[in-house]
């Protein structure tokens, strides 16, 4: 079942502007992850945010997190031709147990033109 | 850097065969995942093991079993390959940390 799930669903703008891409879920979480995956590849972990955390930056992207909307955003500013990419939120429901399963949702696909 | 590799990018099977994908990781990771990635449906979980012979069920786990004999590989298995089995499938690591580190993925077309 679908978790997350981000908005919009495909994203065009040009290189210098800022990207922003929303992530809506369901349920509590124990954190909430955002993943990068260039066509035909694996995906890259670009940063994790905790429940207790309300943003964070890493570079030149930022993460906000809203508990009482379950909702995150990333912020990518300042965008690149090499930030084409699709973008996928995860979350974590539970840290204990047996492992801590992440569950994605169905992502924004970026492109960002000369 | 963590490293997981997959034993293949491509392959192409026939309906019926048996199926064996491969993936190693170098970082010692306890829990290992196995996805499936099909467009408009994001990346699914089949199964996971959080330790050496430890598995459990995803949120798919039908037609798909799952082997651990060492920490550092993960297999899965499609005992008969269908066509709706034809996917991109990922395999990833987990740090303590939680962050999954992702192999290249094998894209597998079942004819």
Known sequence: SQQGEEDPQALSIQEGENATMNCSYKTSINNLQWYRQNSGRGLVHLILIRSNEREKHSGRLRVTLDTSKKSSSLLITASRAADTASYFCATVLDVTGTASKLTFGTGTRLQVTL | ?111
């Open chain 2, 1 to 111: 850097d963590v490293k997981v590799t997959q034993s293949s990018r491509y392959l192409v099977k026939r309906t019926g065969e048996k199926v064996f994908l491969e993936c190693v990781q170098d970082m010692d990771h306890e829990n290992m995942f196995w996805y499936r990635q099909d467009p408009g449906l994001g990346l699914r979980l089949i199964y996971f093991s959080y330790d050496v012979k430890m598995k459990e069920k995803g949120d798919i786990p039908e037609g798909y079993s799952v082997s651990r004999e060492k920490k550092e590989r993960f297999s899965l298995i499609l005992e008969s390959a269908s066509t709706n089995q034809t996917s991109m499938y990922l395999c990833a690591s987990c740090s303590r940390t939680n962050e999954q580190y992702f192999g290249p993925g094998t894209r597998l077309t079942v004819t």
